[in-house]
């Protein structure tokens, strides 16, 4: 069973800056590959980022790449989301997921690809 807390969410002006950290509950983190994923009301749940289980590959989606980092720090049993010149269209609740990685090149870009999710955290950009 993998527990997932995110933090790090908040207000912020258009233009600046946020870090969320997702601390995972698993003694074997290292194993599982990681995604962020959002959801603005009264829309899908969509993929953000994801980062293979070892760190040595990620992924964004086109809309925030360039712009936001994933990493993790498997010694911490954390992985983070570093988003920069945040814009009014990422306001939503950003969610991080677990999911078990067979391989080192594993990792998702579908919410169904995850099997276990954090409570959400909110984040709001204001123009």
């Known amino acids: 069973q993998v527990q997932l807390v995110e933090s790090g969410g908040g207000l912020v002006q258009a233009g600046g800056s946020l870090r969320l950290s997702c601390a995972a509950s698993?003694?074997?983190?290292?194993?599982?590959?990681m995604g962020w994923f959002r959801q603005a009301p009264g829309k899908e749940r969509e993929f953000v980022a994801a980062?293979?289980?070892?760190?040595?590959?990620?992924y964004y989606a086109d809309s925030v790449k360039g712009r936001f980092t994933i990493s993790r720090d498997n010694a911490k049993n954390t992985v983070y989301l570093q988003m920069n010149s945040l814009k009014p269209e990422d306001t939503a609740l950003y969610y991080c997921?677990?999911?078990?990685?067979?391989?080192?090149?594993?990792?998702?870009?579908?919410?169904?690809?995850?099997?276990?999710w954090g409570q959400g955290t909110q984040v709001t950009v204001s123009s």
């Open positions: 997921a677990a999911k078990f990685g067979f391989r080192d090149s594993d990792y998702g870009r579908n919410k169904g690809d995850y099997g276990y």
């Open positions: 698993v003694r074997t983190f290292s194993s599982y590959a």
């Open positions: 980062i293979t289980r070892g760190g040595g590959s990620t």
